[in-house]
């Protein structure tokens, strides 16, 4: 487990559902905050006067929630799964996220801050992409509100995700491939930062998680609250009754914090947060940051972070490009020190094991990074019989067939060369 820090006399959950965190310094407990260079505070403090001005603004919001409805599909179905539901001896529903546009819960959060940004009169806006599914979703909502969308991409990103830096372009974005530092995500982070800084007040700066420096956690947060606001009024309505257990996937974490604000204040509700294992437990070998990281900074907070004894952040893997990142949002390190969510992680071979189970008991292809929330579930099923599941389905697998073709159904991980 990881060794964080313990909350003794600090803020707990209660503090949390009663809107007290994160608090005035942007932290949950001790996680979050803002760890930046001095030229980074002003915009960080125009985004947070914009996001206090604008976020629960009446005209702001009911413009927000008829483009929600009108451009992105919203709300998205609660699908129940028979199919799962006989095989796992339990109740099984899916909060479909992928059939949200563009294909996954990312639009939610891109569409808000686009129209945020907006709102406070910025020219142009930057963005960062790992796999490219942020930048698409980024590119879309620019078209959209009608603002220019520049992406920074790593150099190998590029390569390896070359369809959806042809989608990004197609949609009108400039995307402009990383050189720098290990030409990934987190070079594509910096490199967005150093964008935003030189131009604070015309370019706003839309990040992609529920990660970052205060306020974005608590911003995207917000903008995915909606996934479990719909879930929870969804499930009550269709079942009758709450869900004994809710999963989501768990990179960055926004999916999943949106999801499970929907049912963090119900005691009963079992919630599990499901990290990418790749290939095991060796630093290295996964990107499952709540279940084998420590305490420590990257971009901007103060979370839980896969890094050596020397403070060196490590590579990561994860056969599902959007788990791959070896932070996590401030939120989760704090639901989880407080116990409220837990966190446990799923290897690559079992998390392609239940995308085919997914696609032949269901006939829906979900993401892999999806698939690791349902692995999770199932083996939370076996544990529970009878028990009602509610899965955020978070994106549709189609971007991973390349990904995929080097496994075909019935052969694992360990078969393929
Ligand atoms: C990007 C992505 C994720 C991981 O990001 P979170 O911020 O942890 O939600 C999960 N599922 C899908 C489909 C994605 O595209």
């Given at each position: 487990?990881?060794?964080a820090?313990l909350l003794e006399d600090g803020p707990g959950l209660d503090d949390l559902l009663a809107g007290r965190l994160p608090d005035?310094?942007?932290r949950f407990g001790p996680f979050g ?185 608590y911003?995207?947060r ?6 479990g ?17 809710v ?9 999943a914090i949106?999801?499970f604000h929907g049912f963090l204040g119900d005691p009963d509700v079992a919630i599990l947060g ?55 949002g401030p939120e989760h390190a704090f639901l989880h020190t407080v116990g409220r969510v837990r966190y ?74």
């Open positions: 487990m990881s060794a820090p005035e310094r942007g905050g803002r760890y930046v260079p001095e030229t980074l505070v002003p915009a960080l403090d125009r985004l947070e006067a914009g996001v206090k001005r604008y976020l629960h603004d009446e005209g702001f919001r009911g413009c927000l929630a008829a483009e929600l409805r009108d451009w992105v599909g919203r709300e998205t179905p609660l699908t129940p799964a028979p199919g799962l539901g006989r095989a796992w001896g339990a109740e099984v529903w899916l909060k479909r996220e992928d059939l949200a546009h563009t294909g996954a819960h990312k639009i939610n959060n891109a569409l808000g801050q686009a129209m945020l940004a907006k709102a406070l009169g910025a020219k142009r806006i930057v963005a960062e992409t790992g796999a490219g599914q942020h930048g698409v979703a980024s590119a879309a909502a620019c078209a959209r509100v009608g603002l220019p969308c520049i992406v920074y991409m790593g150099a190998i990103d590029c390569e390896r995700q070359s369809p959806n830096v042809d989608r990004m372009r197609r949609l009108g974005a400039e995307v402009v491939p990383v050189t720098s530092g290990d030409q990934t995500l987190r070079a594509a982070i910096d490199e967005a930062l150093r964008d935003w800084v030189s131009d604070p007040e015309g370019t706003y700066y839309l990040l992609g998680s529920a990660v970052g420096p205060h306020p974005y956690p911003l995207v917000e903008f995915h609250r909606v996934i606001d719909e879930a929870r009024k969804q499930i009550l309505e269709r079942a009758g009754a709450l869900p004994d257990m999963a989501a996937c768990v990179g960055g974490g926004s999916n949106g999801l499901f990290e990418a294992g790749g290939h095991g437990a060796e630093l290295g070998d996964n990107s499952a940051t709540i279940n084998f990281g420590r305490p420590g900074v990257l971009h901007g907070s103060y979370s839980l972070l896969l890094h050596d004894e020397h403070g060196q952040v490590q590579e990561t893997h994860s056969v599902s490009a959007g788990l791959d990142y070896p932070g996590v446990e992680w799923i290897s690559d071979t079992d998390a392609l094991a239940a995308l085919d189970e997914c696609c032949s008991l269901e006939g829906i292809l979900p993401a892999l990074e999806t698939a690791h929330a349902f692995a999770g579930a199932r083996r939370w099923a076996a544990e529970h019989p009878g028990g009602r599941i509610l899965i955020g389905l978070s994106g549709r697998g189609d971007k991973d067939m390349p990904t995929l073709a080097k496994f075909p159904p019935g052969v694992r991980e360990g078969d393929a060369e």
